[in-house]
């Protein structure tokens, strides 16, 4: 779906669940939100939970759980607080109750990443978030995501 009808992920604080079963050694998108130039993905790479955040190629993060997900049905929770647009993101990342990274940045997209980029589940379609994947690409999630369900924090 366009970035313009999509949660706004990069720029409001927000609470996102995911239900999913996995095989060992995981891969592929969980949701990507923008492109190369400004964006942010959660993904599975070799079981491990990573989220990237991409200002406008400027800066980049990226936090990785430091053990893979085991094979099974797991709840992943990322909650993103951002005080205003613009002002530094803090991101925790959650696997089954329990925190499994964290990462803050110094500043956030104030507005919009991109005025053509999308906002993808289980696959990355535009422009690939992440250099890590970018041969890759798209990333396709090959287990089951059995519920997505975001909540913007008011």
Same mark, same amino acid.
């Given at each position: 779906? !366009?970035?313009?009808?999509? !949660?706004?992920?990069?720029?409001? =604080? *927000?609470?996102?669940?995911?239900?999913?079963?996995?095989?060992?050694?995981? *891969?592929?998108?969980l949701y990507a939100l /923008? /492109?190369?130039?400004?964006?942010?993905?959660?993904?599975?790479?070799?079981?491990?939970?990573? $989220?990237?955040? %991409?200002? $406008?190629?400027?800066?980049?993060?990226?936090?990785?759980?430091? %053990? +893979?997900?085991a094979a099974g049905k797991?709840?992943?929770?990322? #909650?993103? %607080?951002?005080e205003k647009p613009g002002? +530094?993101?803090?991101?925790?990342?959650?696997? #089954?109750?329990? *925190? &499994?990274? *964290?990462?803050?940045?110094?500043?956030?997209? !104030?507005?919009?990443? =991109?005025? =053509?980029?999308?906002?993808?589940? /289980?696959?990355?379609?535009?422009? +690939? &978030?992440?250099? #890590?994947? $970018?041969?890759?690409? +798209?990333?396709? $999630?090959? #287990?089951? %995501? &059995?519920?997505?369900? &975001?909540?913007?924090?008011?």
């Amino acid at each position: 779906m !366009p970035e313009f009808t999509a !949660p706004s992920l990069g720029k409001k =604080s *927000n609470h996102v669940t995911i239900e999913l079963e996995v095989d060992e050694h995981a *891969n592929g998108v969980l949701y990507a939100l /923008g /492109g190369a130039a400004g964006s942010l993905t959660c993904y599975l790479d070799d079981g491990y939970l990573v $989220f990237e955040y %991409i200002l $406008f190629i400027i800066e980049r993060y990226i936090v990785r759980s430091e %053990i +893979p997900l085991a094979a099974g049905k797991h709840t992943i929770v990322i #909650d993103t %607080i951002l005080e205003k647009p613009g002002a +530094p993101l803090t991101v925790a990342m959650d696997v #089954d109750g329990q *925190n &499994v990274a *964290n990462i803050t940045t110094k500043r956030s997209v !104030p507005s919009a990443f =991109s005025a =053509s980029e999308t906002f993808d589940v /289980g696959i990355d379609l535009g422009s +690939p &978030v992440s250099r #890590d994947y $970018f041969d890759r690409a +798209p990333l396709e $999630f090959t #287990d089951d %995501i &059995v519920t997505m369900n &975001v909540t913007l924090h008011k």
